[in-house]
């Protein structure tokens, strides 16, 4: 399974690269090749400066070893090796009308001492996140989103978007990081689901990543803007910064696993503000994507 689905990121990495390159018609990714100490490594892809997006990642990464003391605390396992690989990709768009978007599709494998899997599961999910809000584009996400989870359980768009209001949720700040999408982690065997059915959801998620947000790119991303505009996109951008370093468990797990620091931190965006006790105008679009940032909205 790990070598299936490590081939299907490769391949899926190259496919949505391409098409980015394509969209932004002047950046293109600068790959990097990296080893990691204790087992693994990966293949980073990063775009900058580009006509669309002034910053994103699409990164795959296999690593394996002795899973760390903390990680072990963490499972409640001791002694225990692993594999982990995924495809984790984020996009920051110039254009504030152009909502950032986050997405990655991972696969575990933990083994005793012997070499014998003793646990396995898959995890992943897309979600928006936008400056500006337009109900359609918000629609169609969780439409495609809705679409690719509908083919293999009827429950599992429902399950996995109240999971991801879940997930992204700034609680210090007690609102979300955006307008969600998908998320689901530990999907394991059981009697209904194989692995490989998962392998076929998760992968049915993969594929579904570009039309779920390419067509809202293509739609925004010659809309005109202020420098009010762009400020705005970058207070926000600070609260996705701070969910990405205080809250994320990705984040967190390559931090404590001794994981790739560019790699793990290509997440954050290139220009960032915070403001004091900032508060937009009342009844303006910016005040109403924090309205509904407060409370999860059913899109569909």
Same mark, same amino acid.
């Given at each position: ?135 359609? $584009? ?138 004091? $006790? ?23």
């Amino acid at each position: 399974m790990k070598d299936k689905f490590y081939a299907y990121i490769e391949k899926l990495q190259d496919t949505i690269t391409s098409k980015l390159e394509a969209v932004d018609g002047k950046a293109t990714f600068k790959e990097d090749l990296w080893k990691r100490p204790e087992g693994g490594g990966g293949r980073t892809r990063v775009i900058e400066k580009g006509n669309v997006f002034e910053k994103g990642g699409v990164n795959i990464s296999g690593v394996h070893g002795e899973l760390p003391k903390s990680m072990q605390t963490y499972f409640g396992v001791e002694d225990a090796d692993f594999f982990a690989c995924g495809l984790s990709l984020v996009l920051h768009p110039k254009n504030p009308m152009v909502p950032t978007v986050h997405a990655n599709w991972r696969y575990f494998e933990m083994y005793d001492k012997d070499g014998n899997i003793v646990d396995q599961w898959f995890g992943g999910g897309q979600d928006l996140t936008p400056y500006y809000l337009f109900d359609e $584009d918000a629609i169609h996400f969780h439409k495609t989103c809705k679409e690719a989870c509908d083919k293999h359980h009827p429950e599992f768009y429902s399950k996995y978007k109240k999971r991801c209001d879940e997930y992204f949720w700034n609680t210090h700040r007690n609102e979300a990081r955006g307008i969600g999408g998908l998320f689901f982690d530990y999907c394991k065997a059981t009697n209904e689901m194989k692995m490989t059915d998962w392998y076929n959801f998760v992968t049915e998620v993969g594929n579904s990543f570009l039309q779920s947000y390419i067509p809202i790119v293509e739609k925004r991303k010659d809309m005109p803007y202020n420098a009010a505009q762009r400020d705005w996109q970058e207070i926000r951008r600070g609260r996705y910064v701070e969910f990405n370093l205080v809250h994320d468990k990705g984040t967190l797990f390559g931090l404590k696993t001794n994981g790739r620091i560019e790699s793990i931190l290509m997440s954050l965006p290139p220009h960032v503000q915070w403001h004091y $006790d900032h508060y937009p105008k009342e009844g303006s679009e910016e005040e109403r994507l924090l309205k509904i940032l407060k409370k999860p909205k059913a899109w569909i």
